[in-house]
Every structure is written in structure tokens, then in C-alpha cells.
């Protein structure tokens, strides 16, 4: 793809990132980061593909470094996000989300003590 | 073996895409936050699937390895840390983001097999020049996130760290990282760069990342998790150009454009202006943090005395810091709270926005504590009440209640909004003792005739004054 093409697409998606936060509560801002924090874990897919095209030794062990570590950073990230906003649910006006498709953690309320307060 | 055109991943990776912006517009709202996280978890699984099948890749195995380890180390992490301490997991989260920018893009110009655009020399040399970025502020980043957990975590002080010639250190280093950076761009003109180059780059980078947060002080450690999340964004759309990949780049910049809008949106919920989170301490010095004598008498009562203003007030408003956090103390408070309201006394909470140690951080804290929603008070909200009320009740807070942010110029935190329970008719802190908090400074209200301090652990005295209540 050419340069100006890359261009458009970079300043299109700063406005669109400008645009899609500029509203948030501040109950709202440690999540948010976080769940951003989580999304720029996609630098995994650079961290694939690089290493899947070295041929040198020392490129292959770093490659697989930036695997774990853009990993960790993703995965880590939607997780202890998820765990945040699990906080929030069953309270005031309506409770966060009905049916909670999450592989994971089940179905009902979490193994914990609290239920829908 | 590539299973998938080049179609069919464009279409993947526009998926993915979406459901990143779709994340992040959820996540801006109560009722759709945690149906976003998981549509931006779906998105980006999706993408990480469509690179698998799409490209050519050897060391498959040793890949998914690498990402089974990363999980290994990633879930458990996320699952088991404490509440209180999130925010120093989400910088360390946000730190090995960054230093895994930085090895694609170092991997990337180092290879043998040349640039995107290779051809002409001018998309080359653009290339290059995003792939410098992307190792110089993923260093900042990892570097600087390093700092900021082992601020959170009291691995060193919190104060600011300033030493003579710092500003002149970082910015030296700062020049040396750009101008090393600018070697990279010229020495790419053969088909890679020299890896001695690009470590060079990334040492010093690091050490500029280093000097960058050390200066800032622990109250506003908050503010610059946010905008190292912010650079990784960057870096991340940065190896995106240098990849040729349309995802990285959409992902990245998303981040790094929210990431700055939420930084300002921090910032000004902490009364700061972000160049003065960043440069204060440069410029200040530390002249001010030094309170007036310590030797002043302070007014310090029982449990019993607690219970008894407690139990015999009309109205009481809970100012809960992260000192509550730390003994976790939430559940006692909320039956506290109980109590009092069995007996026919207003309780409300006051929550300052950057309660806990970022903003939000005490909402989520009471709310795995299951305290109402509803008397949970945002301070613009809770402000007026405090002329009216009896008992301010501060567990574990300081500097969100301390009024110099008002009176005294200079202070470290002059100007933060602050909760102003020096209007009520009684104060009563529950401290530690009489050290000051985050962001080091004295607390004149301490010392005021109205106000009682209990000293001990939070958790402890709640429950000691709890029993209390009960046989009043």
C-alpha cells in the first residue's frame, strides 16, 4: 500500500479516536485506559509475522520475546479489564450487560459472595 | 500454506478493526462497558487467527508456544492481583506492549530481506524513519512504565526525584535518542540497519524514559500511565506503516488519539495541566513539600469517641481513600454505614475523581464491595452538602481533602478540586499516622480543633468503632 494511503488512513482514525472517547465519566477513565492498553496488545500480530520471517537465531529468540510480552500485554489487558467492569454490574439503573458470553468465567454470577447487590 | 488471500485478510483485518472502535465507544459508557471489552478481546483474537492463516510463517510451533507462555504469565496476573494494585499491573501491561513494539520494528530494520517500498528510496527512508520511532518511544515506554509500577508499587519513593542537572540529563538524552534515530533513517539507505545502531538507540532510549518519569510525583503517576499508554499507541500504528499492515496502524493510532484525549481529560479532573505533571517538579523543586513543624498538637480520640460522634450525628458523609483500599476495608465501611443508617442517620459518599490512585479507582473498589450506587457522590455533586453535614469521616484520604490545594500557592497539588470536608461541623480522619500522603505534603486540617484523628489500620479501627456503634 502507498504512503499516502497509509496517511489517510492514520489521520482518519486520530479523529476517529478523538471522537469516540471524548465523552466518557470519569468512573469510567481506569477502564477505558485499560481496555486501550489492551487493544495496543495487537501489536501482536507484528510480533507473529516478524518472527515468522526471520531466518537468524538471535532474530527468532527476539521475535518469540515480543510474542510473550505483546501476549502479555493483550491477554493480560482484556482480562483484568473484564475483571474491573465486573465490578460495576447490578447496580443503579440497569445491570451491565444480561447475558455474559464470557467463555471463561460461566454463566450466573460469579463464584463469588456477591450476587446482583 | 497461506490459507487465506490477501482479500480475505484485508476483510479480517477490517473486522478486527471495527471491533476496535466498537470497544472503545462501548467502554465510554456504564451500561456498554464490559460488552466492549469483550467485543475489542473478539477483535483482536480475530486478528491474531487471520495472521496465522494468511501469511507464510515459519516457527509456527515455536510461535504459538511464545503465545501460550504469554498467557500463562498474562491470565494469572490479571486474575489474582489485588484490586488496589491495578493500576501498577495496567503500566507493567502497558510497558511489555511497548518493549514488543520496539523488537518488531528493531527485527523489522535489521532484517535481510529489506523495507516495504524498498524500491524507491523515498517510501524507504519513511519506513525507516517510522521504525525509529517505533524502537525510540517503545523504549520511552517500556522504561518509563518500569518507573511508574515501582512508584505504585513503593518499590521507590514516590516522591519526585530530582537530582541538579536532571532536565539537562533527560533532555540530552532525549537529543541523543532523535539523533541516533536520525542514523538509523540514513544508515537504512542500504537494505538494513546495523544492529549495533539500533541497541545503541534503545539504550538510550531507555535511559530517557527513565529520566522522564522519575521527576514526577506520586499523585500524578496516574496521569503518566495514561500517556505512556498513549506513546505505545503510537509506536504500535508507527510498526504498522513499517509492516505495511493496516490493522497495526488503525489499532495503534485509535490508542494513541483516545489515549491523549483521556490523558487531558485526566488531567483536568485533577485540576493539573499535563505540562505541569510532566515539568513541575523541575521547575518547583521540592521547597514547598517541606510542611511547617510537625510538633504541632494534634486532637486524636478512642474508637468510642468516633462511635459516639458517629451514632449521635444527623448526617454523615464516608470520604474514602486509597488508604481504605489498602486494608481493605470496604466491607467494613459499608457496614458501617448500615449501621448508621439503621439508625435513621444520612450516610453519603463522597468520591473524589482520582480517589484511589486513578480516576474511577475507588468506584470500582466500592463496588466490588457492593455499596450502592446511588450513595456514591461525585464531588460537584457532594460539595454543597458539607456545610450540612455533621461527621466528614475520611478513611485513608489526604491529599483529596486537603485544603491547601485552595489556600496555599505552590503547593504540589494547588488547584486540584478537592472534596471540602473542612466545612463540616466535625472532621474525623482514620490515618496510618501522621504521615502525609501520595503527593508529600502536610495537611494543615490535621491540626484544626475540629477534627479528631484515630491512628491505626483502617480495617482495624472501622471495626473497632463498628462495635462501638453496636452497644451505643
Redesign the interface.
Known sequence: ???IA?LT??VL??????E????????????????????????????????????STV??L????????????????????????????G????P??GP???PGSGPGPAPGE?GT? | MSLLSPTWTAIGYLV?AVC??L???G????????????I??A??VL??LV??FS??????P??VA??V???A???P???R?A?TQ??Q??AL??G??G???A??A???L????GLP?GTSTG?AS?AAAAGAFTVLVGAVSFSGSCVTFAKLQELMTTRPVTFPGGPYLFGGSLAAAVALAVAVVVDAHGTSVSPVLLLALAVVALLAGVLFVLPVGGADVPIV??LL?AF??LT??A???V????????????????????TR??AA?MGRSLTSTLFGAFRAGTAVAAGPGEDRPVRSGSPEDVAILLGYARKVIIVPGYGLAVAQAQHTIRELADLLEARGIEVLYGIH?VAGR????M???L??A?V???ALK?MDEVNPSFSTTDVALVVGANDVVNPAAKTTPGAPIYGMPILEVEQAQQVVFLKRSMRPGFAGIENDLLYDPRTMLLFGDAKESLTKVVNSVKSL
Open positions: 500500500m502507498d504512503g497509509l488512513i492514520f482514525a486520530v479523529f476517529v479516536g478523538f469516540v472517547v471524548s465523552k466518557v465519566s470519569t468512573t469510567l477513565h481506569t477502564p477505558l485506559m485499560s481496555g486501550a492498553n489492551a487493544i495496543h496488545g495487537v501489536i501482536l500480530v507484528g510480533s507473529i509475522i516478524v518472527t515468522g520471517q526471520t531466518d532474530g527468532l527476539l521475535g518469540l520475546l515480543s510474542v510473550v510480552l505483546a501476549t502479555v500485554n493483550m491477554v493480560g489487558g482484556f482480562v483484568v479489564t473484564d475483571r474491573m467492569l465486573q465490578m460495576f454490574r447496580r443503579g439503573q440497569r451491565v450487560a455474559r458470553p464470557t456477591e447487590r | 478486527a476496535f472502535v470497544a472503545l465507544k467502554l465510554s459508557s456504564p451500561g456498554s462497558a464490559r460488552r466492549g471489552n469483550q475489542g478481546a477483535g483482536a486478528a491474531v495472521t496465522f501469511g507464510d510463517l515459519r516457527h509456527v515455536l510461535i511464545a503465545i507462555v504469554g498467557t504469565l498474562g491470565v496476573a490479571a486474575r492481583v484490586m491495578m493500576p499491573l495496567v501491561f502497558n511489555v506492549g518493549a514488543a513494539a523488537l518488531v528493531a527485527l523489522e535489521s532484517g535481510a530481506h517500498g517510501s519513511v500511565i495514561s499508554n505505545t499507541g504500535v500504528a510498526s504498522g506503516y509492516l505495511d499492515n493496516v490493522l497495526l496502524l488503525v489499532a495503534g493510532t485509535l490508542v494513541g488519539a483516545s489515549g491523549t484525549i483521556l481529560l485526566m479532573a475523581p486513578m480516576p474511577g479507582h468506584n470500582v473498589l463496588a466490588e457492593n450502592p450506587y446511588e461525585e
